[in-house]
């Protein structure tokens, strides 16, 4: 359902949903497929997302942004920049629990 949306909606996707996380988050790709699943077009701008198995951000700091003061307070800021992409991967497992009932 993920793949078919974010290809269907790319523009949306990648602006009001990505768009929105803060720069320092990036995909993570660990455990993607090496390739891109023959339905869809492995040169999309959406491509490396239809390689994934899990939708997840990730995000690396370095050991000033853990020693510098208020990191809860930084860390809690950084997170909620993610929340429309966990809204949006919410939406399909709250809608896979519907099918299934």
Known sequence: ???EDISNEWETFST???GKADSLFV???EGALKRVPREYDPNAPYADWM???A???TVKTDDNFLLEDNLAQRVAELFKTTKPFVDY???AVDYVKEEIK
Do not use: H, V
């Open 89 to 91: 991967i919410n939406r």
């Open 1 to 3: 359902m993920l793949r």
């Open 55 to 57: 939708y997840c951000l």
């Open 27 to 29: 995909p993570d790709m």
């Open 16 to 18: 009001s949903i990505l």
């Open 51 to 53: 390689r994934m198995k």
